[in-house]
């Protein structure tokens, strides 16, 4: 087992290895207060994984509630947050009480903002099932459901206690749900790291290219817990990508969006000069080679009008995440009235066929 320390305020562990899963309440009881648990998971994880979990926090001393909620984008929502928080009540759960997400990273984002609302807040743990939460939305403690106008725009930031990844899971996962993960991936790579560029395309071991993108999770958090500033470089790809997801009516993953607003994000910033030219081209063929799409039928127009609500915008600017060079992104504030210019260039090679 490898454990990695996210070193915010409070810090907590992020554990990876094989088996994790059956050793969830040992690993827990060491990190929380309670001993009275719920464990959030979906209908499409729980024949799977429920029971495991279950037997592990009983067996180590928990009294455990469970709360199953549909599968799907359309349950990140308030409606469902609203269905956990009074289960939580009428099961007893108490402010010295837990939560613990078991599933992928809409499940761990549900869970999270509840437990930060329920009775003013109660501890969680996140127990990812899929490696897009395993390396990017189960570390950092951004939390939130969707409202009708767009992703992510109701939440808080509200840390984990722990963080299990029982990294054999990896195995029941379907292609398209292992290919969204490697989307998150790549993305650390374009961020700040060629060097684990490299180590995608020789196809180094999954569990230490999840502890090397948690490390860079956590480096960049706790320099920035609030996504004030550099933290929104984790954001490379987001803002065309739930554009995109919005467009497609949450009927594609949310990796695909993010590979496909990556590409466009990299394409965009080699015609402006903003990117070294070769960029673009590496980062489709590997996203490409990992199963992802690499362009979208809807206009440049049509995506840079649903980004207009992006959580990054402040006023009439929209801050984006733009690769400068191989390994390397920076922040780049455009006017919002500016962004379908901005991307224009897109049409014909990224957006619009």
């Excluded at 907590?12 to 994790?20: A, K, P, S, W």
């Excluded at 060629?194 to 706790?222: F, M, N, P, Q, W």
């Excluded at 550099?230 to 695909?256: D, V, W």
């Excluded at 995440?321 to 922040?331: A, C, D, F, K």
């Amino acid at each position: 087992m490898e454990k990695l320390t996210i070193p915010v305020d409070p810090a907590y562990d992020v554990l990876l290895g094989e088996g994790l899963l059956n050793r969830a309440g040992e690993l827990t009881a060491g990190a929380v207060h309670g001993r009275h648990v719920m464990i959030v998971t979906d209908d499409g994880v729980a024949p799977l994984y429920l029971n495991a979990a279950v037997k592990s926090y009983e067996a180590a001393g928990f009294k455990v509630e469970t709360f199953v909620f549909p599968a799907g984008e359309a349950q990140k929502s308030m409606r469902t947050a609203e269905e956990l928080l009074l289960h939580a009540d009428s099961t007893g759960i108490t402010r010295s009480d837990l939560f613990a997400a078991l599933g992928g990273g809409l499940t761990g984002d549900l869970t999270g903002f509840a437990a930060a609302l329920y009775l003013r807040s109660v501890e969680y743990v996140q127990i990812p099932t899929t490696l897009l939460a395993m390396v990017d939305a189960s570390v950092g403690g951004k939390t939130a459901v969707n409202l009708s106008t767009g992703k992510n725009l109701c939440g808080v930031f509200y840390q984990p206690r722990l963080v299990i990844c029982d990294t054999s899971v990896l195995k029941t996962l379907s292609s398209p749900l292992y290919a969204e993960g490697m989307a998150e991936v790549i993305k650390y790579g374009a961020i700040c790291d060629g060097e684990l560029l490299d180590r995608i395309t020789r196809g180094s071991d999954i569990t230490g290219i999840i502890a090397d993108c948690v490390r860079i999770k956590g480096e960049i958090v706790c320099r920035d817990v609030h996504d004030n500033g550099q933290r929104q470089l984790l954001n490379l790809g987001h803002t065309f990508g739930h554009a995109l997801e919005k467009l497609n009516k949450y009927a594609i993953y949310h990796g695909e969006g993010v590979a496909v607003g990556m590409l466009i994000a990299a394409f965009a910033a080699e015609k402006h000069g903003i990117c070294v030219n070769g960029v673009y081209r590496e980062l489709k063929d590997m996203l490409f080679a990992h199963n992802l799409p690499v362009s979208t039928p809807f206009s440049a127009a049509e995506v840079a009008a649903n980004a207009m609500n992006d959580k990054k915008r402040r006023g009439g600017t929209i801050t984006l995440v733009l690769p400068s060079g191989r390994g390397r992104s920076i922040l780049y504030p455009v006017s919002a009235s500016d962004l379908y210019r901005f991307i224009a260039c897109c049409d014909g090679e990224v957006t619009g066929i």
